[in-house]
């Protein structure tokens, strides 16, 4: 593997403490600060919005999703 591959393991450990963008397969999409996941994919987001159809419609301090709930997870870059 040459220097410039990166394992998704790599980009989730790159991405814990700052925003990403988890997208559930309901379609809702939560936006916050990334605490933690484990194997399974649990996700624990701080400072979290929750997004339906665009529209901000929630914030929460702390958010879990379960592992299976999710479709993908972004980096906001931030």
């Given amino acids: 593997m ?38 399974y994919m649990n996700i624990a987001l701080e400072q979290t919005e929750e997004y339906v159809n665009g529209v901000l419609k929630n914030k929460y301090g702390d958010c879990f999703i379960r592992g299976n709930n999710g479709r993908c997870l972004n980096s906001m870059g931030r």
Avoid at 8 to 36: E, H, M, Q
């Fill in 2 to 39: 040459s220097a410039s591959k990166r394992s998704p393991t790599d980009f989730l450990n790159s991405v814990i403490g700052k925003t990403v963008l988890v997208k559930l397969n309901s379609g809702v999409d939560y936006r916050g600060t990334l605490a933690c996941l484990d194997g």
